[in-house]
């Protein structure tokens, strides 16, 4: 099935139609965009684009679609609706539905697909060769027992006979199914076996000692005939098989109770406390790494002491970590995470920015924050990044909920809406409630409807603009700002309403303790806290000053006087950095001198206002102020020591900047003004030593691949394994070495596990995590760029 033949229909496409499958399929639309009809069928027809694609069709369209592959050349609408037992209008919608979103082409009555997707489905189904084949290695006698145990009366009939009879009654779906339905269990189980071609490690071992092997009942039961002695199901039996597993047909929407929700104030007010959490978080993780396991992540010991210390729930907390580091806020630094430089913008954007960051981000996570459980009970600790279909089933919830339906009405009927999750009914239960209560705790969904906050980024998603800002701009006005009110007591304390804003939390976090945390925090000021604000270079004049403005009154009586009495006692002791040397007016010196928690300082004195010590500088001011002395550092030339408290923040090498994305409607105006991509630019150098070595890589794969090379952006693979299972990895290009490209291999997104991303065989008994490595892999070669290679640019 030529490239060109999907070309031809896509150039044959009115803009309006043109526009509309370009907004289903956003990934062809990121830079370098295809250049022609041509490309664009090349970069439609690859894995990388088939696989989202896939994963936002329901149950009904999913099997319409392997119909069409099952038939082949023979797939038309009558044909898929008589092998489906369907109706023959339900079936041209769903086909209509394939080829509106490029999975699928007409050409008259007949219908096409990309070559990758049609193998793909037909291993799907799995089975051998058509019963006529096989019929041709078989002894006569053999045929005889398979047509007998059908219902077939083969008296007199010879080989050829039996042959030609044994393809009438195999072209029998509905037969064929009834007999499947009645074999026992562990025939059942065998047949799948053998029809996708696992044996299960226990064929040729037979059966235990008493009982029937069920590969000899399967024979006997006409469904597998022997090839060389070899069982093997006939394709006819494996259709057959399928047919079966999808109860003969189309099943047709399920109904869904609409939506019951809560008032709107209430998913803002669960937004507001999402943006709080994630801010406080990331203030305290400036101040302080949290602290990361040895194989990385945040244990449960550092979650419990963060937990207490901010005041979070243990789930919020674990959302927000897997949050903030999906939003690039947060980020790797030696022994733990800390802020990335990210972070100073987002704490100071408006709410609605703030919390629209943070609500696509979830969005895009593949797995569900609140169920990070892997083999078992075992957790892998946030913010590791999980292989999971969670994503899947979290983004179609949202979408057919977003309708007016109820969240939870969507999940119990997900197996229809997201077909290709591939979870057993436990485990798939367990993502469907994770994802309501991250919705919830996120004020995306209110109760069981998808908020007006949740449906702005919902909306802006569909766009596939810049995601962020157009969420941001929806949400504004129903998140608007929030006055941040601080009051002074006069207990010493400041009470804090509202979010904080940055500078707010900054002052209070240089002179006060956090006693209490929500929706009002509660600050104490105390001798040490305001010390340390002096240490780090304020005044007590410009503390007061600043207090003053950010509070509704004046700033109370006790708490000026301890500002003041601070500031006065500050610096009377004075460190010189000369290894060092304590200087003080001479009673002072001499109480020091004499002062036993301060002995192992080794003091000695060497004038009547100047002690000496052989510890460094911070060392002996620890030791001062731990005795509760104010005492200020100093350097070699006597000017004092600022000590100023720096914010921690982690690099941004893991977050992969977004590659610019076309809008749909430019796009099919560029296509259609220039089917062929003849007017483009001339191919850079980079494409041509590609080309050379390695000559089975289309026009599409070229362009991208030589993209990723010149601008070292992300690039997604896919290829074929030893064992023949599909690999799909994000890797990042870094040049071409002789005959080998090198390149730095994340396992990131779309990593997919044997035997292929589009494969319902794939069934996760609990997710797992990716290893990031470095690989090589040669252009010319079998291995990730090889015949069956292929590549596309990542967006994020």
């Known amino acids: 099935m030529s490239d060109v033949s999907f070309a031809g229909y896509l150039s044959a496409l009115d803009k309006d139609a043109l526009v509309r499958l370009l907004d289903v399929r956003p990934d062809v639309r990121r830079e370098p965009v295809p250049s022609g009809f041509r490309q664009l069928a090349q970069r439609l027809s690859g894995v990388e684009s088939i696989v989202p694609a896939l994963h936002t069709l329901c149950r009904d369209t999913l099997i319409a679609g392997e119909a069409v592959a099952l038939l082949g050349e023979a797939a038309t609408a009558p044909a898929v609706a008589a092998l489906l037992g369907a109706d023959e209008k339900s079936v041209r919608d769903e086909l209509a539905v394939l080829c509106a979103i490029g999975l699928a082409w007409a050409d008259g009555e007949v219908l096409h697909q990309p070559e990758v997707l049609r193998d793909q489905w037909m291993t799907e189904v799995g089975g051998g060769r058509p019963a006529v084949k096989l019929a041709g290695a078989a002894l006569a006698d053999e045929l005889r027992a398979c047509l007998s145990a059908l219902g077939v009366d083969v008296a007199g009939l010879r080989k050829v006979e039996l042959v030609a009879r044994l393809g009438e009654v195999m072209a029998d779906s509905r037969l064929l199914g009834d007999v499947i339905r009645g074999l026992p269990a562990a025939a059942r189980v065998r047949l799948e076996e053998l029809r996708l071609g696992d044996f299960g490690g226990m064929f040729g071992f037979g059966a235990p000692r008493g009982r029937v092997d069920p590969t000899e009942l399967l024979v006997r039961a006409g469904l597998v005939l022997r090839s060389n002695r070899r069982p093997e199901v006939p394709r006819e039996v494996a259709v057959a098989a399928w047919l079966v597993d999808h109860n003969l047909g189309l099943t047709g929407r399920p109904a869904v109770a609409a939506a019951a929700g809560l008032p709107a104030t209430a998913a803002v007010a669960a937004a507001r406390e999402a943006v709080r959490a994630v801010s406080t978080l990331l203030d305290e993780a400036a101040r302080k790494p949290v602290a990361a396991l040895k194989k990385g992540g945040v244990g449960t010991r550092e979650r419990g002491r963060l937990a207490k210390l901010l005041g979070l729930p243990d789930?919020?907390?674990?959302?927000?970590?897997?949050?903030?580091?999906?939003?690039?806020?947060?980020?790797?630094?030696?022994?733990?995470?800390?802020?990335?430089?990210?972070?100073?913008?987002?704490?100071?954007?408006?709410p609605g920015a703030q919390w629209a960051a943070l609500a696509v981000a979830w969005h895009g996570i593949e797995h569900a924050p609140l169920m990070r459980e892997i083999d078992g009970d075992?957790?892998?600790?946030?913010?590791?990044?999980?292989?999971?279909?969670?994503?899947?089933?979290?983004?179609?919830?949202?979408?057919?909920?977003?309708?007016?339906?109820?969240?939870?009405?969507?999940?119990?009927?997900?197996?229809?809406?997201?077909?290709?999750?591939?979870?057993?009914?436990?485990?798939?239960?367990?993502?469907?409630?994770?994802?309501?209560?991250?919705?919830?705790?996120?004020?995306?969904v209110a109760g069981d409807r998808v908020s007006g906050l949740g449906d702005a980024v919902l909306a802006a998603i569909g766009t596939g603009g810049d995601v962020v800002a157009d969420a941001a701009e929806g949400c504004a006005s129903l998140l608007p700002e929030a006055g941040c009110t601080v009051i002074l007591q006069s207990d010493l304390t400041a009470v804090v309403t509202g979010q904080p804003t940055a500078a707010v939390a900054r002052l209070l976090a240089a002179a006060a303790l956090n006693e209490a945390r929500g929706d009002a925090a509660v600050w104490r000021f105390t001798p040490a806290g305001v010390r340390a604000a002096l240490d780090a270079g304020w005044t007590a004049a410009e503390l007061l000053a600043e207090l003053a403005d950010v509070a509704d009154r004046a700033v109370p009586q006790p708490l000026e006087y301890l500002v003041n009495d601070a500031?006065?006692?500050?610096?009377?002791?004075?460190?010189?950095?000369?290894?060092?040397?304590?200087?003080a007016d001479e009673a002072l010196a001499t109480e020091i001198l004499n002062t036993r928690e301060l002995t192992k300082l080794r003091l000695s004195r060497v004038a009547p206002t100047v002690l000496t010590s052989p510890y460094q500088l911070d060392h002996v001011l620890e030791r001062l102020r731990a005795a509760g002395l104010s005492p200020v550092g100093e350097k070699a030339d006597g000017t004092t020591v600022v000590e100023r408290r720096e914010e921690?923040?982690?690099?941004?090498?893991?977050i992969v900047a977004a590659r610019a994305v076309v809008d749909a409607p430019e796009l099919a105006a560029r296509l259609l003004a220039d089917p062929d991509g003849d007017r483009d630019a001339p191919r850079s150098g980079t494409v041509d030593l590609i080309a050379r070595l390695n000559p089975h890589l289309d026009d599409a794969e070229l362009v991208l691949l030589s993209h990723a090379i010149d601008n070292q952006d992300d690039v997604l693979i896919s290829y074929k394994d030893k064992n023949g299972g599909h690999t799909v990895r994000q890797v990042r290009p870094y040049g071409i070495?002789?005959?080998?490209?090198?390149?730095?291999?994340?396992?990131?997104?779309?990593?997919?596990?044997?035997?292929?991303?589009?494969?319902?065989?794939?069934?996760?008994r609990a997710d797992s995590m990716p290893a990031p490595h470095r690989q090589g892999r040669r252009p010319g070669g079998s291995g990730a760029l090889g015949r069956r290679g292929r590549q596309h640019g990542c967006a994020s």
Not at 321 to 348: C, K, Q
Not at 400 to 427: N, T
Request: glycine letters at 10%; hydrophobic letters at 35%.
């Open 315 to 350: 789930d919020v907390l674990v959302l927000s970590i897997d949050i903030a580091f999906a939003a690039g806020l947060l980020g790797e630094v030696e022994g733990g995470y800390a802020p990335t430089g990210a972070y100073g913008t987002w704490r100071e954007a408006a």
């Open 378 to 444: 075992r957790e892998l600790p946030p913010p590791l990044p999980l292989m999971s279909m969670a994503g899947e089933m979290r983004r179609a919830m949202l979408r057919e909920a977003r309708a007016g339906l109820s969240v939870r009405g969507v999940g119990a009927e997900i197996d229809w809406f997201c077909p290709l999750h591939g979870y057993e009914p436990g485990a798939r239960d367990e993502k469907t409630a994770a994802t309501v209560r991250e919705a919830e705790l996120l004020g995306v």
């Open 567 to 583: 500031a006065r006692r500050h610096g009377q002791v004075r460190v010189r950095e000369t290894r060092s040397c304590v200087v």
């Open 648 to 654: 921690h923040r982690a690099e941004e090498t893991g």
């Open 737 to 764: 070495r002789g005959r080998w490209l090198e390149s730095f291999c994340s396992c990131g997104k779309r990593t997919a596990s044997s035997p292929s991303p589009t494969s319902r065989r794939w069934r996760p």
